[in-house]
């Protein structure tokens, strides 16, 4: 696992501060990508949902208004959607290598430690 671990997340998120602290504490090398300020083009987000192995549906934050007119969207319709309004995709999300996992609960992030 000699990749350095990439967290994507959104600073006022409960569950990516956790998760950065966690990933903090580790005193492993990682870098942390605030979508929001950074934010992921569609082909980005398709390779993130390919290495997470879900659907985009899957990532999609059910909750949020803006995804009450997605329930019968396509995963093409819905990346569009999610890159448009990053609200709607679930975090956070950590990479390394081929891997990625969404990390909720937070503590998902230690199976990316060595």
Do not use: H
């Amino acid at each position: 696992m000699a990749d350095k671990i990439i967290i994507y997340q959104k600073p006022t998120c409960s569950k990516c501060r956790a998760a950065l602290s966690l990933l903090e504490e580790s005193g492993e090398e990682f870098e942390s990508i605030n979508y929001y300020e950074k934010p992921l083009t569609v082909n980005e987000l398709r390779g993130l949902i390919q290495k997470l192995n879900l659907s985009a549906r899957d990532i999609l934050r059910i909750d949020e208004p803006a995804a009450y007119n997605l329930s019968a969207a396509s995963d093409d319709e819905i990346i569009n959607a999610m890159v448009e309004n990053p609200d709607l995709i679930q975090r956070p999300i950590v990479v390394r290598g081929d891997k990625a996992k969404l990390c909720r609960p937070p503590e998902t992030v230690m199976s990316f430690l060595k």
